[in-house]
């Protein structure tokens, strides 16, 4: 059965980078997205990408994170850079259902998805 499955997190200083994973099978013809959650507060959409590449951004993060698939597009990343203090979270891939339609001004919304990994934690300290 398909799953998803993140890696790639850790500890960095601020201004460094690091590149998260998400192992995403059988998931290629649909929209995809990074979100983040700290305990006790709501779940924030990142970076989502649809099926012909189109990609949305959270303002805080845009112009140092990038979200892309790789060719077979069984791989989701997140390509962070400039990492600051505020990014320190718990990172989640998730996907919407199954021929699901995303509205574009909610593309970026957590009810808009309904398969999930379990995390990767990513910590920005100096």
Same mark, same amino acid.
């Given at each position: 059965? %398909?799953?998803?499955?993140?890696? #790639?997190?850790?500890?960095?200083?601020?201004?460094?980078?690091?590149?998260?994973?998400?192992? $995403?099978?059988?998931?290629?013809?649909?929209? +995809?997205?990074?979100?983040?959650?700290?305990?006790?507060?709501?779940?924030?959409? /990142?970076?989502?990408?649809? $099926?012909?590449?189109? *990609?949305?951004? !959270?303002?805080?993060? &845009?112009? @140092?994170?990038?979200?892309? @698939? %790789? &060719?077979? &597009?069984? +791989?989701?990343?997140?390509?962070? =850079? =400039?990492? &600051?203090?505020? %990014? *320190? %979270?718990?990172?989640?891939? $998730?996907? /919407?259902?199954? =021929?699901? +339609? /995303? =509205?574009?001004?909610?593309?970026?919304?957590?009810?808009?998805?309904? *398969?999930? #990994?379990?995390?990767? !934690?990513?910590? /920005?300290?100096?």
């Amino acid at each position: 059965q %398909d799953q998803l499955m993140e890696s #790639g997190g850790g500890s960095v200083q601020p201004g460094g980078s690091l590149k998260l994973s998400c192992a $995403a099978p059988g998931y290629g013809s649909r929209t +995809m997205a990074w979100f983040r959650q700290a305990p006790g507060q709501s779940r924030e959409g /990142v970076a989502a990408i649809v $099926a012909d590449g189109s *990609t949305t951004y !959270q303002p805080s993060v &845009k112009g @140092r994170f990038i979200i892309s @698939r %790789d &060719k077979a &597009k069984t +791989m989701l990343y997140l390509q962070m =850079n =400039n990492l &600051k203090p505020e %990014d *320190t %979270d718990m990172y989640y891939c $998730a996907a /919407v259902p199954a =021929n699901g +339609m /995303v =509205n574009q001004y909610a593309i970026l919304e957590p009810y808009e998805y309904r *398969t999930w #990994g379990q995390g990767t !934690q990513v910590t /920005v300290s100096s």
